[in-house]
Nanobody, 123 residues
Framework: VQLQASGGGLVQAGGSLRLSCIAS????????MGWFRQPPGKEREFVAG????????YVANSLKGRFTISKDSAKNTVYLQMNSLKPEDTAVYYC?????????????????WGQGTLVTVSS
């Protein structure tokens, strides 16, 4: 499995970005995909996740209302729509995949990681 994240960039506070993650080589629908982020000097944290089979989604409580996760099965792609961005959203954003459809918010549960895409929100 290979994960290719894209869509990061520089945006002003209040703006929006949509991140994409293409999952190639996935041989099962019994997977869960998540987005994590790692702010400068901080640990990686869970942002949102989606069950590939069924499409159930979950967004971290602190980000609900601003961030949305979705998927396009035909394109093998998961998206993270980020609105009303704040400077504290500045981070490297990673997509990840774990076998099994149970969602987890801890990094240790995930089997594959993308390379990360940098999001910088200016004030």
């Amino acid at each position: 499995v290979q994960l290719q994240a894209s869509g990061g960039g520089l945006v002003q506070a209040g703006g929006s970005l949509r991140l994409s993650c293409i999952a190639s080589g996935r041989t099962s629908n019994d997977v869960y995909m998540g987005w994590f982020r790692q702010p400068p000097g901080k640990e990686r944290e869970f942002v949102a996740g989606v069950r590939w089979s069924g499409g159930n989604t979950y967004v971290a409580n602190s980000l609900k209302g601003r961030f949305t996760i979705s998927k396009d099965s035909a394109k093998n792609t998961v998206y993270l729509q980020m609105n009303s961005l704040k400077p504290e959203d500045t981070a490297v954003y990673y997509c990840a995949l774990k076998w099994g459809s149970t969602g987890y918010t801890t990094t240790q549960q995930y089997n594959f990681w993308g390379q990360g895409t940098l999001v910088t929100v200016s004030s």
